[in-house]
């Protein structure tokens, strides 16, 4: 027996509690784990809460990031004692994830844990974390380089925002960062933000065609914030679109397009092949500074992270949430 967050869902509506599960429950795969830390991000969330159907199949353990050491292992990449972490593949969703003591997943999803990292730091760096070092790769593999000017990065106070101030940061670029919390400010330039500014500036519908001014943009965001930064971007300037805090809908113009050659470069992290999830994790363990996880990071046990998964839907959540799958 071990514990574990259960969604179920009746006629009556949709249940989330901590109960004690089976062995015999987990579902199929070739390596077993026993999980050290989880976390809350956004989709865990929706998956709690079931503000959005993304969980597809009930009785449903959420928690699209993981990290223990293997158990048992029926591949020859993986044996047991060693150290991996979880990002996406629908964990979760469709697949049970990692808020409970246990897990069974299929190998192919899993990466070797980077020596630089605790489980406990690879949480703190979750998919958030992942995910803003997919960003960054993108907007270097696309050719923006520090000297080209500004990087804007909207969303800041969140997990992929303040992530990718972090890593912006350390690879030498000049970033702005876009919050709503703008009492975060020491916060952000703690992070490396060389500049903060209010999201007001970016939510509303703006022109078309803005000043220009950004080498580049992380956004997080979606929307009107979306559509403004790709209308203030450089001539062939690039910008890294990987979420929907907004909202999904992009009311834009081809405008900053056909005018300014300006390149809307699609981030996915749940699918994402092993050699780029490898090339992000080695940017993470390369550039991050060690000092960062503590204050980035707020640790909750498991009774606590229904809590924080209606909590992160209602913007109260700064940093990332790590969550002792043990405690």
Not at 31 to 53: H, Q
Not at 72 to 81: L, R, T, Y
Not at 199 to 205: N, P, Q, S, V
Request: proline letters at 4%; glycine letters at 12%.
């Amino acid at each position: 027996m071990f514990s574990g967050i259960v969604i179920n869902k009746t006629d009556e509506g949709q249940t989330v509690a901590v109960q004690q599960i089976e062995d015999t429950q987990l579902p199929d795969g070739d390596v077993s784990i026993d999980v050290e830390y989880s976390t809350i991000n956004f989709k865990d969330g929706l998956a709690i809460t079931g503000a959005s159907p993304v969980v597809r199949s009930f009785p449903m353990v959420p928690g699209i990031d993981l990290a223990g050491r293997v158990t048992a292992s029926d591949s020859a990449d993986f044996k047991v004692g060693d150290r991996v972490v979880l990002n996406g593949w629908g964990v979760g969703e469709g697949h049970w994830g990692g808020l409970a003591q246990k897990a069974r997943l299929n190998s192919e999803w899993l990466i070797p844990l980077p020596s630089a990292f605790t489980t406990k730091q690879a949480m703190t760096i979750g998919t958030g974390g992942y995910t803003a070092a997919l960003c960054v790769d993108a907007l270097v593999d696309y050719g923006i380089t520090p000297d080209q000017g500004e990087i804007l990065v909207t969303g800041a106070t969140g997990g992929v925002g303040s992530f990718a101030v972090c890593l912006l940061a350390a690879a030498g670029f000049s970033v702005v960062a876009a919050t709503g919390k703008l009492s975060e400010e020491a916060y952000l330039k703690s992070l490396g933000a060389s500049a903060v500014i209010d999201r007001a500036e970016l939510i509303e519908k703006g022109r078309p065609l803005q000043k220009e001014r950004w080498a580049g943009v992380v956004d997080a965001v979606g929307s009107h914030t979306l559509v403004n930064a790709l209308a203030s971007t450089q001539y062939r300037g690039a910008v890294a679109a990987c979420g929907l805090a907004q909202g999904a809908d992009l009311p834009a113009t081809v405008m900053p397009f056909i005018l300014r050659g300006v390149a809307l470069l699609g981030v996915d992290s749940v699918m994402a092949p092993k050699p780029i999830r490898m090339k992000a994790w080695e940017r993470l363990a390369r550039d991050l500074d060690a000092t960062v996880f503590d204050s980035i990071a707020t640790e909750i046990g498991l009774a606590d992270a229904v809590k924080a998964g209606e909590d992160i839907l209602q913007g109260k959540i700064k940093g990332r949430v790590v969550v002792d799958v043990n405690r």
